[in-house]
C-alpha cells in the first residue's frame, strides 16, 4: 500500500516528468508555433477584414452591391451550382467503381481522376483554350455554328469542372475502401438490385465523407483563380468570377472594394473549415460507436438500424 | 424530384446570364485605360440613347496590350479593339486566321480607317519617382547607374513597356549619334536595373506605388498622373525626361466579329465618337492627350512640353520595331537573357 501511496505525488511535478522536457523548450516549441500561426493564418485573415472595413461599414456594404461584384458573385454561383453537382455524379460513380469492383486499369483509372490536382491550373485554363479556342481544335466548328465556350460562361464552367473533378472522388473513394464491402455483399445476397444497394446502404454509409467532399469542392470551385483567369478574358459584368474581380478592383485603386470581395471568400473559407469540422466529428463519432458496438455484442445492428434511417 | 431541382435552377441561372436583351458591345482594351472608358462608356450610351433611342450596354476588359491582342485572335468576342499600340492590331489581322471564305479578322489597311492613323488620343512615356526624388533622376541616363532600381513592365506582353523600351532606345542613340550597338549596351544596362517585369502597365504601377519597389517608375503619362491623383501629390512626382517618344494608342472595329453579331453601326458611332468634342474632353480629362477641337487648348497647361519623337523616324514603324526588337529571339530577348 505504502508504494501505491508514494506513487501519487503532487501531481504537477508529475506532469512535467512524463513530457520529459524542460519549460523553456516547451514554452520556446510552442511560442514558435502559435507565432507560425499568427503570421500565416491570423495576420493575413485579420488584414483582409481590416482592410475591408478600414472605412466603415457603409464603403463596405457599397462594394459589396455594386452591379459587376453582384455579377461576379452570381456567375460564381452558377459556376459552382453546375460544376459541384457534375462533380458528385461523377465522384460517386467513380469511388463506387473503383472500390467496389476490380477490374484491369483500376490503378490506372485511380492516377487519371487525380490528373487535375498534378497539373498547374494554368496548364488547365490553356488546355480549354487550346481545343476550343479560335485556333483551337473544335474552334472553327464552334465558330460555324456560333457556340461559344472561351471567353464565357461555358468556358468559365468547364475550367471550374476540370479543377475541382477529383475532390468528391477522392473523398468517397478513402471512405468507401476503408468501410469494406461486408453490408453491400450482405444485402446482394437478399437479393437487393445495384441501385438500391447505392441508393440505401453506400450513400447512406459514406454521407459525411460526401458532405465533407461536396463542402471542399464547392469552396474550390467558387475560388478558384488561376484557371478561370486564363479563360475568362476578364469582360465586367459578364465573365468575372469572385477572385477576379478581386484582382481587378485591387488593380483600380478600390482596396475597400478588393478586400470586400476577399473577405466574402474568406468567410466562405470558414465556414467551410467549420461544416468540415463538424463532418469529421460526425465521421469519428460514428466509427467509435460502431467499434463499441461490435465489441459489446457479436451480431453487428447496424445495417438494420441504417436501413431504417434512410427514407427514400 | 428533388435530383432535377438544382439543374433546374443552374439552368435558369444560365439564361439570365447570357441572354440579356439589349445590345451589347464589348471593347477589349489594354491596361491602363480602365478609368478612361468606364467614363467614356457612360457619355456613349447616354449620346447613342438621345440620338437612336436604342438602349445598348458596353463591356469592357483589360490587360496587358499584347495578350489582350492574343485573346482576340483566339477568339475574344471584341467588337472593338482599342490597344495600345499599332503592332497589336497588325496581330489581329495578321495571325487572327481566316475564314473559309479567306476573311481575316480585320481588313490590312485598317489603320486608315479614322483620322489620325485611328488614334483619337496619344500619350508619351515619362518617370514617376518618389516625393522629393531621393535618387535625384533627371533623364534617360539616370536609369542605368546602378544604385537605381526601374519598374517598368514586360515588353513581351505590355503595350506601355515597348513605348518605355523604345523611348529609352530612341534616347541612347541620339545621345550616341546613332550607334546602334552602344544603344544595345545602354538598353541592356537599363533592364539590369529592373527587379520585376510585370504584364501590364497597372501591375507595374501597383509594384511601384502599393509594394514600394523601384525607385523610378517608366510610365505612360496617363498612367502617371493617375496614380498622382489616387495617391496624392505628397506621395510621388513626375520627371520628364530630355526626350521621349510619341505613343499612339490606336482603335479599330473588329470586323468579323461585329458583321456577325450585326453590331457594326454602334462600334463605328462608338470609335468615331472618341473624335467628338465630348470624347476629346473625357480623354483630356483623364490624362491622354487629346488631338482636335475644343479639348486640345483646354488641357495644353495640363501637360508638360515634351521632346517627342515618332516611331515611325526612329524605328521606321511599328513591323520594323517589333521584329527587330520583341520577337521571340529578338533584341529585347537577347538583353533579358544576358542580364545575369
Given at each position: 500500500m505504502s508504494g501505491l501511496v508514494t506513487t501519487r505525488a503532487p501531481s504537477a511535478h508529475r506532469r512535467e516528468t512524463q513530457v520529459g522536457e524542460s519549460l523553456l523548450v516547451r514554452v520556446l516549441l510552442i511560442g514558435v508555433a502559435l507565432l507560425f500561426l499568427a503570421i500565416f493564418l491570423v495576420a493575413p485573415i485579420a488584414t483582409v477584414f481590416g482592410s475591408a472595413f478600414s472605412k466603415g461599414v457603409g464603403p463596405y456594404w457599397a462594394a459589396l452591391v455594386a452591379d459587376e461584384t453582384l455579377d461576379a458573385i452570381k456567375l460564381t454561383l452558377l459556376t459552382a451550382g453546375i460544376s459541384v453537382p457534375l462533380n458528385v455524379v461523377f465522384g460517386v460513380a467513380a469511388a463506387w467503381l473503383i472500390s467496389k469492383y476490380d477490374f484491369w486499369g483500376k490503378s490506372v483509372l485511380i492516377t487519371v481522376v487525380d490528373l487535375p490536382f498534378s497539373v498547374s491550373p494554368v496548364i488547365s485554363g490553356l488546355i480549354f483554350v487550346l481545343l476550343f479556342?479560335?485556333?483551337?481544335?473544335?474552334g472553327p466548328w464552334l465558330s460555324e455554328h456560333d457556340i461559344k465556350i472561351i471567353f464565357a460562361v461555358p468556358g468559365i464552367v468547364m475550367a471550374t469542372t476540370f479543377v475541382t473533378f477529383p475532390l468528391v472522388a477522392r473523398e468517397l473513394i478513402a471512405v468507401m475502401q476503408a468501410q469494406g464491402n461486408d453490408e453491400e455483399e450482405a444485402a446482394l445476397t437478399l437479393g437487393a438490385s445495384g441501385f438500391a444497394i447505392l441508393w440505401r446502404i453506400t450513400l447512406p454509409k459514406v454521407r459525411w465523407g460526401l458532405i465533407y467532399g461536396v463542402i471542399l469542392c464547392n469552396a474550390r470551385a467558387m475560388g478558384e483563380f488561376g484557371a478561370v483567369s486564363v479563360v475568362?478574358?476578364?469582360?465586367?459584368?459578364?465573365?468575372?468570377?469572385l477572385p477576379l474581380q478581386v484582382e481587378i478592383l485591387y488593380n483600380e485603386y478600390n482596396f475597400v472594394g478588393a478586400f470586400a470581395v476577399a473577405s466574402l471568400l474568406s468567410a466562405l473559407a470558414l465556414v467551410t473549415l467549420c461544416v468540415k469540422k463538424v463532418a469529421e466529428w460526425s465521421v469519428s463519432n460514428r466509427q467509435a460507436k460502431r467499434e463499441a458496438s461490435q465489441r459489446a455484442l457479436s451480431v453487428p445492428v447496424r445495417p438494420a438500424t441504417s436501413l431504417e434511417g434512410v427514407s427514400p | 424530384m428533388k435530383i432535377h431541382k438544382p439543374l433546374l435552377i443552374a439552368l435558369t441561372l444560365l439564361g439570365a446570364v447570357t441572354l440579356r436583351a439589349e445590345v451589347e458591345l464589348l471593347n477589349v482594351s489594354y491596361d491602363p485605360t480602365r478609368e478612361l472608358y468606364s467614363e467614356y462608356n457612360k457619355a456613349f450610351t447616354t449620346y447613342w440613347k438621345g440620338k437612336t433611342g436604342e438602349e445598348i450596354s458596353i463591356s469592357d476588359s483589360h490587360d496587358g496590350s499584347g495578350k489582350q491582342s492574343r485573346a482576340i485572335q483566339d477568339g475574344a468576342p471584341a467588337d472593338v479593339a482599342t490597344l495600345a499600340l499599332a503592332y497589336d492590331i497588325d496581330a489581329i489581322y495578321e495571325k487572327g486566321g481566316v475564314n473559309a471564305a479567306g476573311?481575316?479578322?480585320?481588313?490590312?489597311?485598317?489603320?486608315?480607317?479614322?483620322?489620325h492613323n485611328s488614334s483619337p488620343y496619344t500619350s508619351t512615356i515619362v518617370f514617376l519617382v518618389r516625393k522629393g526624388n531621393p535618387k535625384n533622376i533627371?533623364?534617360?541616363?539616370?536609369?542605368?547607374?546602378?544604385d537605381v532600381s526601374v519598374i517598368t513592365p514586360n515588353p513581351k506582353t505590355g503595350g506601355g513597356a515597348r513605348w518605355n523600351y523604345l523611348a529609352a532606345w530612341g534616347y541612347a542613340l541620339k545621345k550616341f549619334g546613332n550607334d546602334e550597338a552602344k544603344a544595345k549596351d545602354f538598353v541592356s544596362r537599363l533592364y539590369a536595373n529592373v527587379p520585376v517585369l510585370d504584364s501590364g502597365a497597372r501591375g507595374s504601377t501597383i509594384t511601384f506605388t502599393e509594394r514600394g519597389i523601384g525607385d523610378v517608375f517608366i510610365s505612360w503619362e496617363n498612367e502617371a498622373y493617375l496614380a498622382l491623383k489616387e495617391f496624392g501629390p505628397e506621395k510621388f512626382e513626375i520627371v520628364v525626361p530630355s526626350v521621349s517618344i510619341l505613343a499612339e494608342p490606336p482603335v479599330t472595329v473588329v470586323d468579323k466579329v461585329v458583321d456577325k453579331r450585326g453590331t457594326r453601326k454602334v462600334a463605328e458611332a462608338y470609335l468615331q465618337y472618341l473624335y467628338s468634342d465630348e470624347g476629346q474632353d473625357i480623354a483630356g480629362r483623364n490624362y491622354y492627350r487629346p488631338r482636335d477641337g475644343k479639348a486640345v487648348a483646354k488641357y495644353a497647361k495640363t501637360f508638360s512640353k515634351v521632346n517627342l519623337f515618332t516611331i515611325d523616324e526612329v524605328f521606321g514603324g511599328w513591323q520594323k520595331a517589333q521584329k527587330t526588337h520583341?520577337?521571340?529571339?529578338g533584341v529585347f530577348d537577347k538583353i533579358y537573357l544576358a542580364r545575369k
Open positions: 479556342g479560335a485556333h483551337g481544335w473544335f475568362s478574358g476578364h469582360v465586367r459584368g459578364l465573365t468575372n468570377t | 476573311a481575316h479578322l480585320i481588313p490590312k489597311d485598317w489603320q486608315s480607317r479614322l483620322p533627371k533623364d534617360w541616363a539616370d536609369l542605368t547607374r546602378d520583341f520577337a521571340d529571339g
